[in-house]
């Protein structure tokens, strides 16, 4: 049996758990711990994009195995969603299903993966003889970490994120939208003070102010690129841009988002909403407005040509500024 834990690493005393029984094509290796997301995760499967978030030695932070709380019957409860999901690079026929116990991922060509009511614990259950390492890496740290992360109201932006002034500037958009290469050249240009993440961001409200957790595997980047020791694991979000492309005649601008608008680009955004059952829902929108209400957040209207970046960076330093 494979087992993991997270533990919510302010609260030393709260230890949550994860148990994944591999299948016969995982690849185990001795027990490791790792931070991420504000947490420790410790786990025996051999998840690749884990390596840059290695910190100690299994046992170093001790923590009970009695009270664990599993998943159950997959073949529980009622169909959330059944649909194409993108999972590791491609779009794959995804199923899943909620019940009292928790939600469980049918994904094809990958495998079952259940994810417990609390969220501090997921079961990697049968695996597809054609699943690979990397797919199965791509599914759990994907989809299923998304979801068992926001059933601890802990929640994954696609998005990109910069430091400025010790604060995160997060970019949403959809795939392709330049969100990546936007936060490259901000940093190339010396405006941003360093890249955070790539493509998630993890993100949480508490106290009226909305915070993001650099510590998150970014699956398209290699290891020299993860976020480093010198990041905090926690930064408070200063704005938050959604990136729109228009015409080549257009000039880059920056607009106030209603209220409104505001809270159905984050929902847009939020990674594995779809997979969301009526209750989680009900506690995202509720995370939506209170994260609307804590931070700006506007609509960055760009053509895709190289000199909007230029534009870019003046009017972010505008609204920096105050203008």
């Known amino acids: 049996m494979i087992r993991s834990t997270v533990v919510d690493w302010p609260l030393a005393a709260v230890v949550r758990r994860v148990v994944v029984r591999g299948g ?10 790792y931070r991420l997301a504000g947490r420790r995760l410790d786990t025996d499967l051999d998840l690749a994009p884990l390596a840059p978030f ?4 299994f046992g170093e932070a001790g923590g009970r195995e009695a009270g ?26 995804v199923e899943c299903c909620a019940g009292l116990t928790g939600s469980h991922l049918r994904i094809r060509d990958v495998g079952l993966i259940s994810i417990a009511r609390d969220g501090g614990s997921i079961d990697v259950g049968e695996l597809e003889p054609e699943c690979h390492e990397e797919e199965l890496a791509a599914a759990v740290l994907g989809p299923a970490l998304a979801l068992a992360l926001a059933r601890q109201d802990v929640w994954c932006l696609h998005a990109s994120a910069v430091e400025i002034d010790g604060r995160a ?24 003070n360093r890249r955070l993440a790539d493509d998630v961001v993890p993100v949480t409200v508490a106290g009226g102010t909305l915070s993001c957790m650099p510590h998150f595997p970014q ?14 694991e926690h930064m408070p979000v200063g704005a938050i ?3 729109e492309e228009a015409g080549d005649e257009c000039e880059a601008r920056v607009e ?3 209220a409104r608008a505001a809270v159905g680009t984050l929902i847009r955004r939020t990674v ?16 939506c407005a209170a994260a609307v209400a804590a931070v700006p957040v506007r609509r960055v209207v760009y053509p895709l040509r190289p000199q909007s970046v230029k534009q870019i960076e003046h009017l972010l330093a505008a609204h920096r500024n105050g203008a």
């Open 272 to 287: 594995a909403a779809r997979l969301f059952d009526t209750k989680l829902l009900e506690r995202h929108l509720a995370f």
């Open 219 to 232: 699956l398209k980047l290699g290891a020299a690129d993860q976020a480093g020791p010198d990041v905090p």
């Open 54 to 57: 290695r910190t100690v030695a």
């Open 256 to 258: 106030k988002l209603s």
């Open 169 to 192: 500037v997060l970019f949403l958009g959809r795939s392709g939208a330049g969100k990546s290469t936007l936060a490259r050249r901000l940093v190339a240009d010396g405006a941003v």
């Open 241 to 243: 841009y959604c990136l």
């Open 24 to 33: 016969p094509a995982a690849r185990r290796a001795s027990r490791r711990a």
């Open 68 to 93: 664990l709380e599993r998943s159950g019957d997959p073949n529980g409860g009622e169909v959330v969603y059944r649909g194409p999901g993108w999972v590791g690079g491609g779009l794959r026929e």
